[in-house]
C-alpha cells in the first residue's frame, strides 16, 4: 500500500472538496482558530457573526477589545481562549510584519511554523493549517481523523507523533500544496463519514487497505 493509492481511492469515491472554505485571508486564518475543539458548522456562525459586524477585517480585529470579540466568536465554545489565541496571533503579525499577511507567509515553510509556533495556543494542527491553506505552502495537516486513518490501517505504530506522521506524507507524497490541500480535505470526509471515534468500515473507500487482520488497535 503506498498513500498514492489510499488518495486515489479516496479522490475516486469523493471528488474534489474544495478546501479551505474562506473567501479572504483573514477568514482563514481565524477559521483555522475558530475550529479548534469545535464543528464547522458553530464555526461558520462564528465567522457569520464577524463578518455582520464588519470584523473580517485584520486591523479591527487586532484593535477590537478581547472580551467584545470573545462574545462574537462565542458559538465556537472556548470562546474566551480562541480570542486570546487569535489577538495572539494578531499581536505578532501587527508588530512584526507590520500588518501585513503576505509579508508573515513570505517566510520559507519551515521559518513560516517555527513563527506560527512561537505564538501562544498555536500548535502544529492549527500552524499547518494556516501555512497550507493561507499561505498555501506545501505542509501536510495532521488532525485526528489522519491519525485514526493512519493508525487504524496500520500505516503507521499507534505510538508515532504528530512529526512522525507529517513525515510519512511529506517522505512518500510530492511536496505539492494542491496535493495536500486536498489529501488531507479527503481524509476529513473519509472520517467523517467512517472513521469517528467507532470505525464504520462497511463502505468505507479504504476499506480494501485494512491488514487481513481488520481494524488495528492500540
Avoid at 112 to 127: D, F, H, K, W, Y
Avoid at 171 to 189: G, S
Amino acid at each position: 500500500m503506498t498513500l498514492h493509492e489510499a488518495y486515489d481511492r479516496l479522490w475516486n469515491a469523493y471528488g474534489p472538496q474544495g478546501w479551505w472554505p474562506g473567501e479572504t485571508t483573514i477568514e482563514i486564518v481565524v477559521g483555522t482558530i475558530l475550529t479548534q475543539n469545535t464543528s464547522w458548522k458553530n464555526v461558520e456562525r462564528a465567522i457569520e457573526n464577524l463578518r455582520d459586524v464588519g470584523l473580517l477585517d485584520s486591523q479591527r480585529l487586532h484593535t477590537i477589545d478581547i472580551d467584545e470579540l470573545a462574545e462574537i466568536i462565542r458559538p465556537a465554545g472556548y470562546y474566551r481562549l480562541k480570542a486570546r489565541r487569535l489577538k495572539n496571533l494578531l499581536q505578532l503579525v501587527h508588530t512584526q510584519y507590520s500588518g501585513q499577511w503576505q509579508e508573515l507567509f513570505s517566510l520559507d515553510t519551515n521559518s513560516l511554523r517555527e513563527t506560527l509556533l512561537s505564538v501562544n495556543g498555536i500548535g502544529p494542527e492549527t500552524a499547518d493549517s494556516i501555512a497550507l491553506y493561507a499561505a498555501n505552502k506545501p505542509t501536510f495537516v495532521i488532525d485526528a481523523y489522519t491519525a485514526r486513518v493512519l493508525k487504524r490501517h496500520g500505516w503507521i505504530d499507534f505510538e508515532a507523533g504528530y512529526v512522525e506522521m507529517q513525515e510519512l506524507f511529506h517522505d512518500q507524497l510530492e511536496q505539492n500544496v494542491l496535493l495536500f490541500n486536498e489529501y488531507h480535505a479527503l481524509i476529513v470526509r473519509v472520517g467523517k463519514e467512517h472513521c469517528g471515534t467507532q470505525p464504520k468500515c462497511n463502505g468505507c473507500p479504504l476499506q480494501e487497505l485494512l491488514p487481513e487482520s481488520g481494524v488495528q488497535t492500540a
